[in-house]
């Protein structure tokens, strides 16, 4: 099958990959390890191929592998598509940072806008890129989310409630991007009043930090209740997630 990648190259893939393939060493030395998390196995080749000059690569196919990669080996920066079956990409990305929270994230996204801009940094992600992918632009992003990431281990990891905080905050956001056809207009019109309220518990923008934690998982819980009654079960253990991070912040 040959693939082509929106660069001036193409790829031959001859053989077929299994779900998660082996780590290979990169071809120029470098120890950093990208993670490459996508449903498609033509979007992993290709990255595969791209990156493996660079870094060390390892790919694989679903949300799950990914956390058993996870937790298998440090990463260093990972290639997450949101829109995968199984476990979606907004509870990959949460457990993604209850696995590895320094780990650099770069969004893959099958469209690109100014919107897709400001939501991929809302989640905290590094960056994102586009599918088909400019080999230019992925290079040179994960070339500086390994630096980003070499540098955050080096220096001293934020507070709890920093970690809390963010991580409640970055699960919102994530919601409002898969953004589900299960989920009604009158979910993601509270949605929008309850991500301003995260951001600013996170930025501690006004009044004790308990009261906001407080306030924030009230409001989390006038989401649940407008979750339907068949459906919307990722959204919802996102939404769980949401009150255990709150708990020891509203105390």
């Not at 260093?76 to 590895?100: F, H, N, S, Y």
């Not at 980003?148 to 281990?153: E, G, M, N, T």
């Not at 990891?157 to 994530?174: I, K, V, Y």
Request: hydrophobic share 40%.
């Amino acid at each position: 099958m040959t693939l082509f990648l929106g660069f001036p190259f193409e790829i031959e893939m001859n053989e077929r990959h299994s779900e998660t393939a082996p780590v290979r060493p990169s071809k120029d030395g470098t120890g950093a390890l990208v993670l490459v998390v996508d449903d498609e196995e033509g979007v992993r080749e290709s990255l595969r191929f791209l990156l493996d000059r660079h870094f060390r690569v390892r790919t694989v196919s679903s949300g799950e592998s990914a956390l058993r990669a996870l937790r298998e080996e440090p990463v260093d920066v990972v290639l997450l598509d949101l829109t995968m079956p199984g476990l979606g990409g907004v509870e990959t990305l949460a457990k993604i940072r209850e696995v590895d929270d320094a780990v650099e994230v770069v969004i893959v996204t099958g469209y690109g806008s100014y919107q897709t801009a400001v939501d991929a940094l809302r989640l905290r992600a590094f960056d994102y890129i586009t599918k088909p992918v400019n080999s230019e632009r992925v290079l040179s992003i994960v070339r500086r989310a390994e630096q980003s990431r070499r540098h955050r281990h080096e220096s001293s990891s934020e507070d709890g409630f920093e970690s809390l905080a963010r991580q409640a905050s970055e699960l919102l956001d994530a919601i409002s991007i898969e953004r589900s056809s299960e989920l009604g207009d009158g979910f993601f019109a509270k949605l929008d009043s309850v991500r301003s309220l995260a951001l600013a518990l996170h930025q501690r923008i006004a009044g004790r930090t308990s009261v906001l934690a407080q306030n924030l998982a009230e409001s989390v819980g006038e989401l649940q209740r407008l979750l339907p009654r068949e459906g919307g079960f990722s959204t919802r253990r996102a939404l769980d997630r949401i009150h255990e991070l709150l708990r020891p912040l509203s105390q």
